[in-house]
Structures are given as C-alpha cells and as structure tokens.
C-alpha cells in the first residue's frame, strides 16, 4: 500500500468535449489521446505528488459532461475538496478554458473568463492539455492550497469537520476550499 500523508479529491466539470478527459490523462500520464471517446459517468485516476516533505495523493473525477449523466455526475460534486471548470475557449456554448492552442478558432477571449472567475471569487487559468500548457501548473497550485489549508486545520483542530479517508493523518474536507 502506497503511503500518504494527505488525500484530496478533485472534480473535473464542463460540458461534453471540452477537455476534461485529456486534460487529466496530461497530467496523470503525460500525454494527450487524440481522438478521445466520450466519458461515460464518472471516472477517476491517481496521482501522487510531493508538497514541502509530505506525500500528496490527487484522486483527480473526470465527470461525463452530456445531459443524461448530470444526475449521476453531481453525487461526486458533495465530497470534493476542489471543483474544476472546464469549458472550451473555441465555444460559446460550453462556456455558457480549455484548448488555448486553438488560437484561431477561438471564441471566448481571456478577459471574460476572468471576469467569469472574479464573480464567482474562483481562481482563473487557462490551459491546453494537447500542448501541456498550465496542466501541470493547475493541478499543482490545486494540490498545494489544498495541502496548506490541512496543515492549518492540523493546527486548530477545534475547527476539524469531516475527515476524507486515507493517508497517515486525516484532513477536515472543506467543500469550498478551492474554487477554480
């Protein structure tokens, strides 16, 4: 068995094709599968990285963006310790940012994913899993605000919740901890 200090689940949301699969097979395997069927319900991989000394595990929920599974796909939303939105940069409808090395074709300029973001007081960053650009960088930034806010529950344990399981110390699950 793999050991850990902390475990956190990440949720990956947006609508149908925008990138949510490729983006975490960038980040998990490290590459980018062209030509990438449709996600069916839910599925997650694992990644597990090193923050200041501690093992960190991402449990990264790549959720099926068509109708018929919202359903299903917004139970995984309740135990998350973080939410992605992805949408498609080339789409006004999946906005309603992925793909930025579709230059070209895009259709959502920066600056109104920014304002998107700031309303909502979530944390902005656009990336392109086909060229690796931000991936590595969202997840990490994830992972680390992530792992500074256990350590600060790990000091003040009075403010503990529910724990999320695994690893050798427990951690309070904070639902609005990240928004990105």
């Not at 109708?67 to 992605?84: D, G, H, K, M, V």
């Amino acid at each position: 068995m793999e050991d850990y200090k902390y475990l956190f689940k990440v949720v990956l949301i947006g609508n149908a094709g925008v990138g949510k699969t490729c983006l975490v097979s960038r980040y998990t395997k490290g590459f980018f599968p062209p030509g990438q069927m449709a996600t069916i319900g839910v599925d997650f991989m694992i990644k597990t990285i090193e923050i200041d000394g501690d093992k960190v595990k991402l449990q990264i929920w790549d959720t099926a963006g068509q109708e018929r599974f919202r359903s299903i796909t917004q139970s995984y939303y309740r135990s998350a310790n973080a939410l992605i939105l992805v949408y498609d940069v080339c789409s006004q409808q999946s906005y309603e940012s992925n793909k930025i090395d579709q230059t070209d074709k895009r259709e959502i300029p920066t600056h109104i994913g920014k304002e998107f973001a700031e309303r909502y007081e979530m944390r902005f960053l656009e990336t392109s899993a086909k060229e690796a650009d931000n991936v590595d960088k969202l997840f990490s930034s994830i992972a680390y605000q992530l792992t500074a806010q256990a350590r600060d529950l790990e000091l003040r344990p009075e403010q503990q919740g529910t724990f999320v399981a695994g690893g050798s110390t427990p951690i309070a699950s904070t639902p609005s901890c990240c928004k990105l």
